[in-house]
């Protein structure tokens, strides 16, 4: 069975920054595409940072040069790190994962994903 499971969220001022955490289990997460999404309140599910087998990212253009995520295998964890964090990132944070297997392109698509996390909070004060 595979579970995703984020952590890191928080309370943090505009400018700060933050490093989400999605730990995986039943899955190796070095051979699978994953993603990063948010929502906030009212507002639909949006994407926000993908990597793909062979480390290819991709970013929606709002966090271009802001967040980074990346993967370390040995600890099957695969992170988003937040910097120069803005109100408006304010959101619930999930992960997911697809189930495919060396998918080398990235996609913003949430039904690209199979597996989702809970989701961890996020709020920036202004």
């Known amino acids: 069975q595979v579970q995703l499971v984020e952590s890191g969220g928080g309370l943090v001022q505009a400018g700060g920054s933050l490093r989400l955490s999605c730990a995986v289990s039943g899955r190796a997460v070095s051979y699978f595409r994953m993603g990063w999404f948010r929502q906030a309140p009212g507002k639909e599910r949006e994407f926000v940072a993908a990597i793909a087998w062979g480390d290819t990212t991709y970013y929606t253009d709002s966090v271009k040069g802001r967040f980074t995520i990346s993967r370390e295998n040995a600890k099957n964890t695969v992170y988003l790190q937040m910097n120069s964090v803005k109100p408006e990132d304010t959101a619930i944070y999930s992960c997911?994962?697809?189930?495919?297997?060396?998918?080398?392109?990235?996609?913003?698509?949430?039904?690209?994903?199979?597996?989702w996390g809970q989701g961890t909070q996020v709020t920036v004060s202004s």
């Open positions: 997911a994962a697809d189930r495919q297997y060396y998918t080398v392109s990235v996609s913003e698509r949430p039904e690209s994903y199979d597996y």
